[in-house]
T-cell receptor
Framework: GAGVSQSPSNKVTEKGKDVELRCDPISGHTALYWYRQSLGQGLEFLIYFQGNSAPDKSGLPSDRFSAERTGGSVSTLTIQRTQQEDSAVYLC???????????FGPGTRLTVL | SQQGEEDPQALSIQEGENATMNCSYKTSINNLQWYRQNSGRGLVHLILIRSNEREKHSGRLRVTLDTSKKSSSLLITASRAADTASYFCATVSGSNYKLTFGKGTLLTVNP
């Protein structure tokens, strides 16, 4: 089937605005992850979903960041009141139950002006 | 947070040569994986080595793991221009299988 898809591929926003980033995982993959990649911080884990629940939110950098997953499928990462330091590529990955390999989407490049 | 360091940070070789990248990490692991990234976008899984394994092969890739030194290496043999990319090691330590990445090696293979 199709791989992991993310939308939009690029997002330019003004400081203070809210943004929503979407991830469609591979069908049947129960685990879903969000990561962030920036020049200064490298690749960082943000949040992990198993089904619709998020047992590990330890990587979310502030309470401006939230995420949800519905129907055990699509996930949305929301950043409220965006700041310039939020500029990064946001990557989503999914994983099949019992396996360790993760499949990544192409990412959303977020630029906060 | 980053798990550890990769070296070199950048590597430039000629087609046909072998490329070796190293990765160090800090905590005990379940497994270590290598990923490839083209043009700063999605990552592609290359190979996984479990903590009880010492060496693994996949095509032109060879991975070694030394848990006593908390280090791993990725060897790409007979490199091609199409191998030009960034390569990241990532460790898995917990039951949620989240990846903790190294800083990556930028490999350039010149035709």
């Amino acid at each position: 089937g199709a791989g992991v898809s993310q939308s939009p591929s690029n997002k330019v926003t003004e400081k203070g605005k809210d943004v929503e980033l979407r991830c469609d995982p591979i069908s049947g993959h129960t685990a879903l992850y969000w990561y962030r990649q920036s020049l200064g911080q490298g690749l960082e884990f943000l949040i992990y979903f198993q089904g619709n629940s998020a047992p590990d939110k330890s990587g979310l950098p502030s309470d401006r960041f939230s995420a949800e997953r519905t129907g055990g499928s699509v996930s949305t990462l929301t950043i409220q009141r965006t700041q310039q330091e939020d500029s990064a590529v946001y990557l989503c990955a999914s994983r099949a139950q019992g396996l360790s390999e993760q499949f990544f989407g192409p990412g959303t490049r977020l630029t906060v002006l | 947070s980053q798990q550890g360091e990769e070296d070199p940070q950048a590597l430039s070789i000629q087609e046909g040569e072998n490329a070796t990248m190293n990765c160090s990490y800090k905590t005990s692991i379940n497994n270590l994986q290598w990923y490839r990234q083209n043009s700063g976008r999605g990552l592609v899984h290359l190979i996984l080595i479990r903590s009880n394994e010492r060496e693994k092969h996949s095509g032109r890739l060879r991975v070694t793991l030394d848990t006593s030194k908390k280090s791993s290496s990725l060897l790409i043999t007979a490199s091609r221009a199409a191998d030009t990319a960034s390569y990241f090691c990532a460790t898995v330590s917990g039951s949620n299988y989240k990846l903790t990445f190294g800083k990556g090696t930028l490999l350039t293979v010149n035709p």
